[in-house]
């Protein structure tokens, strides 16, 4: 073994993280874990130098994550020349406030006499509460202009750089206007009540946070013309304005990942947005695969319990002048009740891109499971075979295939017309395979358990499936190539 390696440590194996409450003699913790992934703070490579038994413990009081870091180790090197020992204390300074810096005692006997712990509520307002496994957990919300939410989010961000890839903690030192764009959704466990009588009886399991960007809505009439000063004499509350939501952040903590806490807590983030005339779309940032996965089995799940599904049909029976040889285009108004769609999306607020893969989704689930798998080999009988789910298949195919087709135009058109076939089949193809992996976790019962981590990782597409929303598109931003989906 090298110096190098001997005096080298896997950063997110040294890092450690608690959750603790007042005990009866002294904090005890509720749970224990290790980060995803540490390299934000360590770098790349996710190495500390300079430590042996080297071991960096974070624990947060459990109700209102006030931190604490204890660095340890068994030996340090002794510098040589400019190479030295890692300062981890400088190295963290960046990612945590300063008050974590505490010593562990005094963090100690705040936690054990904290006598306000045992009246704290969470910040906001409760929004749903449900039970799992005998235990009992809470929803709560409120805006980000409220101190307590902003006390608890500048602690919670610590998790971002070991949890969230590509996250991004909140600038609290925004205008108001701009922090009430913001609403935060906290998901705590209600605890039993502890020997020592200074125990809260709340728990972080998990959180999330959104916001508000303006949307455009044309007026039913032409307006009539308005004299109006600025600043206005009365102030004008971003949640009074036609918007658009969108989910940001969003962790689960890993002692709760995989018990259904996810689905509850983006179901209630999506009643939420429901109940707000205000609101038009419910939308993403940056999704990871994980969350992509519990967003689709919760939408799924919802637009098959209020009968959004039972209202679409894929049209089968078309005329034989639709398949001539001519008439190489079957448009998709054809296939569809295309206005029924769009009202159906607009009613349940979804974007175009997660609407339409949930109807896709849907088209195929009634397909049997074996035409799926062969129908493939059959579809050069294009639309004209008399079996219904050989038919079904080759005209789902071909609704996929135009709605990749259109959103990639530009770019196909670009290739020779044997290269547009393949690239069009191809992502067809693995769309196809990524909707069989969905299905069986709906049909599996996985949607009710499935959790996020929030790891930024695609799955492949080899064309675009389509944006998030409009907007990127219309500024631009949209590439046709722009994101491959890596597919399991």
């Known amino acids: 073994m090298?110096?190098?390696?001997?005096?080298?440590?896997?950063?997110?194996?040294?890092?450690?993280?608690?959750?603790?409450?007042?005990?009866?003699?002294?904090?005890k913790a509720l749970s224990t874990f290790h980060p995803e992934f540490t390299y934000p703070i360590f770098g790349e490579e996710e190495r500390i130098f300079g430590y042996q038994g080297l071991r960096i413990h974070f624990r947060f009081a459990a109700h209102d994550l006030r931190p604490v870091v204890q660095i340890s180790y068994d030996k340090k090197f002794k510098p040589v020349g400019d190479t030295k020992a890692t300062d981890i204390k400088e190295t963290?300074?960046?990612?945590?406030?300063?008050?974590a810096f505490e010593r562990a005692t005094a963090f100690d006997a705040h936690l054990q006499n904290d006598s306000a712990a045992k009246d704290f509520k969470p910040p906001g307002e409760l929004i749903d509460s449900y039970t799992s496994r005998e235990r009992k957990f809470e929803i709560w919300s409120g805006e980000l202009t409220d101190p307590a939410v902003q006390e608890i989010i500048s602690r919670i961000q610590i998790f971002i750089p070991f949890f969230i890839e590509g996250g991004m903690p909140l600038d609290l030192g925004d205008e108001e206007w701009t922090q009430a764009r913001w609403r935060v959704f906290f998901l705590y466990e209600k605890l039993p009540r502890s020997p020592n009588a200074n125990t809260s009886s709340y728990s972080i399991v998990g959180y999330s946070t959104s916001y508000r960007f303006l949307t455009y809505v044309p007026p039913a009439q032409k307006p009539s013309l308005q004299t109006f000063t600025l600043p206005p004499p009365t102030p004008i509350h971003p949640a009074s304005l036609p918007s658009r939501a969108r989910i940001s952040q969003f962790l689960i903590l890993p002692p709760h990942q995989h018990h259904s806490h996810g689905s509850h807590l983006i179901n209630a983030i999506t009643r939420t947005f429901l109940a707000d005339p205000t609101i038009s779309e419910i939308t993403v940032e940056d999704p990871n695969e994980a969350f992509d996965d519990l967003r689709d089995y919760c939408d799924y799940a919802r637009l098959r319990a209020n009968n959004t599904f039972s209202q679409i049909t894929l049209n089968t029976s078309l005329p034989p002048s639709t398949m001539s040889?001519?008439?190489?285009?079957?448009?998709?108004?054809?296939?569809?009740?295309?206005?029924l769609l769009e009202s159906l999306r607009r009613k349940n607020k979804l974007a175009p891109r997660q609407f339409y893969r949930l109807v896709e989704l849907y088209l195929l689930s009634l397909i049997p499971p074996y035409k799926r798998q062969s129908g493939v080999a059959r579809l050069t009988q294009r639309g004209k075979t008399k079996d219904d789910d050989d038919r079904a298949y080759y005209y789902w195919r071909l609704l996929v295939k135009q709605r990749v087709y259109k959103k990639n135009c530009d770019v196909l058109m670009q290739l020779d017309r044997s290269e547009r076939i393949e690239k069009v089949e191809q992502t067809v193809g693995e769309v196809a395979g990524d909707y069989e992996r969905l299905l069986r976790g709906i049909e599996g019962g996985k949607g009710t358990t499935t959790e996020t981590g929030s790891v930024r990782r695609k799955r492949k597409v080899v064309l675009d499936d389509e944006d998030e929303d409009d907007d990127a598109e219309q500024a631009g931003e949209a590439s046709a190539l722009k994101r491959r989906r890596e597919m399991e």
């Open 325 to 339: 040889h001519k008439q190489r285009v079957v448009p998709t108004s054809h296939l569809l009740d295309v206005p």
């Open 92 to 99: 963290l300074e960046d990612w945590i406030p300063s008050t």
């Open 2 to 27: 090298t110096d190098q390696e001997e005096w080298s440590s896997d950063s997110s194996q040294a890092v450690e993280i608690s959750i603790v409450q007042a005990g009866q003699a002294s904090p």
